[in-house]
């Protein structure tokens, strides 16, 4: 786990460098399907050697869980 600027938990996912294209090690390519075009900007996780793995924006709402509301409003009287 990895404690980010706001100091809340987050889990990070680290990829095998083997199975990946150089383009997609540099963050030049989506980490899932190769699209260079628009370049991926979504953080998906890390390499080894805590280099940042990125994804587009559509391959990224699959490898990411939306989060869960933290917050319940109770009904008013």
Do not use: H, N
């Not at 990070?12 to 990946?20: I, K, N, R, S, Y």
């Not at 900007?41 to 699959?62: F, N």
Request: proline share 9%.
């Amino acid at each position: 786990m990895k404690r980010g600027a706001t100091r809340a938990a987050r889990s990070t996912v680290t990829f095998d460098p083997e199975g990946l294209t150089s383009a997609q090690r540099y963050g030049d390519a989506c980490v899932v399907c190769l699209k260079r075009w628009p370049r991926p900007r979504v953080r998906v996780g890390v390499l080894p050697d805590e280099s940042t793995v990125l994804a587009c924006d559509d391959c990224a709402e699959a490898l990411i869980p939306s989060p869960t509301a933290t917050v319940v409003a109770f009904p008013t009287r």
